[in-house]
């Protein structure tokens, strides 16, 4: 029998019969490997601590400072293979980088020779209990691995050559944390694909349910690219962590050393979603951020309050359905511009920019976008972000996904109260499919800076009274 047919009939059972679990790694569903790692990581860093207290403000900045490089290296993403001795070089160099930054400020403070050098003790001691940390963690996970004690369920996406050994590979090598469950891909390969198929592109979501999926593997499927990303960008498959055989040679994984499973290089694609760490810190930002802005913009929200209703009564402010996060629809609120005829014109007429019935009071405000400072009420609420795509109606929210394929992957993260498409000038009778494109730009390279960036640039827009 040949090596390519041996690996199908390894495959074969696990692609067609129910994946079984170990009772485990079914309570450890949520265990990743960063919960160890960084914990030991911190633990490393501050030990020096206990033994003197002569360098503790020091000694807290490098931790803290080592950390957020460790951290903006890839030091705590997601690895399928695990080795002390892939990351030492990336680790010690990041490690030195942070002592050297901290080092220099200290002798700024100090002049004395005798307190930079056993700061600098410190320092070594410190780096030295991470490198062993880290071999004790790694250890560890590849114990834990190894015995299915944590793994996670992966649907392998291709049933081609590379799609039929990376299926091979989990199945015999648990080492990697991942438990093959299934294979989709084309119709086209039904019959062609060297690996079975539990369904085809379009059963991926149902199938990322029924098996309690969490990692999509892409491997070599058989569909154009703009397929592929509508197939994993649904709501349900965005959710998991995606991986893929990088095309080219010679293509590297985040974090500056590579990765692999049995020596097939394998690259972890950035969240495509907002989820773990990434979502902890956007939302405490955005808590962060309303919080304020309504204690210190409260004067502001009292004057427009009193402005619309001596402009035009009773009913102060304006709800309207939105479409948010995963499509779900919340009510989105505004000081009150003007009075739409009745419901069924205000949900589904476009623009009223030139509308008679916008009162005086209400077109300056629309033009300063003080309309909108109500919305922070829905950020607390956890209806909206600060910065993200803006909240459409649903009326529009179903012809712009029907005309534009790109367009309902923008609901993969919470909608904003300001977004890049709108700094970027992409705001009014502009094409929905630039918006579409900034949006998910926006998604899948988001950062903190990000964010600041446009809250900046929404400022300016504001002063510049570039509102609607």
Avoid at 28 to 35: D, E, G, H, K, Y
Avoid at 37 to 58: C, E, F, N
Avoid at 154 to 160: K, T
Wanted: aromatic share 8%.
């Amino acid at each position: 029998m040949v090596p390519q047919q041996e690996a199908r009939a390894a495959v074969e059972t696990t692609a067609v019969l129910p994946y079984a679990r170990s009772r485990a790694s079914s309570r450890t569903r949520w265990v990743r490997a960063w919960m160890m790692t960084l914990p030991i990581d911190v633990a490393a860093l501050t030990t020096p601590l206990l033994l003197s207290q002569t360098y503790w403000r020091g000694m807290l900045a490098y931790a803290t400072l080592a950390v957020a490089v460790l951290w903006s290296g890839g030091h705590y993403r997601a690895r399928r293979h695990v080795s002390i001795l892939d990351e030492m070089p990336s680790l010690g160099g990041r490690l030195l980088t942070s002592a050297a930054v901290v080092a220099i400020i200290a002798a700024q403070r100090h002049s004395s020779v005798e307190y930079v050098s056993g700061f600098m003790r410190d320092v070594a001691l410190s780096a030295g209990l991470v490198i062993v940390g880290r071999t004790v963690s790694r250890t560890l996970i590849v114990f834990v691995r190894k015995h299915r004690w944590v793994e996670h369920n992966a649907i392998i996406i291709g049933s081609g050559p590379n799609g039929l050994e990376l299926a091979r590979l989990l199945r015999r090598y648990p080492r990697y944390g991942l438990r093959f469950v299934g294979c989709v891909d084309a119709p086209s390969r039904q019959e062609t694909g060297a690996l079975p198929l539990s369904g085809s592109l379009d059963d991926l979501e149902h199938l990322v349910r029924l098996l309690e999926c969490e990692v999509l593997v892409i491997a070599d499927p058989d569909c154009a690219e703009s397929v592929l990303m509508e197939t994993v960008l649904r709501p349900r498959s965005s959710r998991c962590d995606l991986w893929a055989v990088p095309g080219l040679w010679g293509s590297r994984s985040q974090g500056g050393y590579p990765d692999h499973i049995g020596a097939i290089p394998i690259i972890k694609i950035g969240d495509i979603t907002f989820s773990g760490p990434r979502w902890a810190i956007k939302r405490a930002s955005d808590l962060v951020f309303a919080t304020v802005a309504l204690v210190v913009l409260s004067p502001v929200l009292l004057l427009c309050a009193i402005a619309t209703f001596l402009d035009g009564g009773r009913g102060v402010f304006f709800q309207q359905e939105r479409v948010g996060r995963h499509g779900k629809p919340f009510k989105v609120i505004k000081f009150r511009s003007m009075r739409p005829l009745n419901e069924q014109e205000s949900q589904t007429r476009w623009s009223i920019a030139d509308d008679e019935r916008v009162t005086t009071i209400g077109r300056f405000m629309r033009r300063t976008s003080l309309d909108e400072l109500p919305q922070l009420w829905n950020i607390l609420r956890g209806d909206m972000s600060v910065v993200g795509p803006r909240p459409e109606r649903p009326h529009f929210v179903e012809q712009f996904s029907a005309r534009y394929p790109n367009y309902a992957a923008r609901h993969r993260v919470p909608v904003g109260l300001t977004g890049l498409a709108q700094v970027s000038g992409l705001r009014g009778d502009t094409p929905i499919s630039d918006r579409a494109r900034f949006d998910n730009y926006y998604i899948e390279n988001w950062s903190l800076w990000l964010d600041i960036k446009v809250m900046l640039r929404t400022v300016a827009e504001v002063l510049r009274g570039g509102g609607r």
